[in-house]
């Protein structure tokens, strides 16, 4: 069992940042494959970045790209999300999950994930 909380979630202006992060419970967090989906009020949840369990591959929703980062420290159990020039569509409660995998495959779909943490708001004003 993988537990994982968010944090790091809050009120910013458009064009300004925030950095997220992951903290996981699991003794090998290595061994997970990581990601970040977002859900935004009466829309779906939706995929925004992955990354590898060494941290060597990313993939992020191009809506996000060049925007966003995602990193890993495995040795501190976490994981980021370092989001830049951020907009007013960006609002969202942002969701951590991580999936058992040590492939160099970063999936942006929901059903690959097995572990999830209950989410941190961002808000981003106009």
């Known amino acids: 069992q993988v537990q994982l909380v968010e944090s790091g979630g809050g009120l910013v202006q458009a064009g300004g940042s925030l950095r997220l992060s992951c903290t996981a419970s699991?003794?090998?967090?290595?061994?997970?494959?990581l990601g970040w989906f977002r859900q935004a009020p009466g829309k779906e949840r939706e995929f925004v970045a992955a990354i590898s369990w060494n941290g060597f591959n990313t993939y992020y929703a191009d809506s996000v790209k060049g925007r966003f980062t995602i990193s890993r420290d495995n040795a501190k159990n976490t994981m980021y999300l370092q989001m830049n020039s951020l907009r007013p569509e960006d609002t969202a409660v942002y969701y951590c999950?991580?999936?058992?995998?040590?492939?160099?495959?970063?999936?942006?779909?929901?059903?690959?994930?097995?572990?999830w943490g209950q989410g941190t708001q961002v808000t981003v004003s106009s």
């Open positions: 699991a003794r090998t967090f290595s061994s997970y494959a």
């Open positions: 999950a991580a999936r058992l995998s040590r492939t160099t495959y970063t999936s942006p779909y929901e059903g690959s994930y097995d572990y």
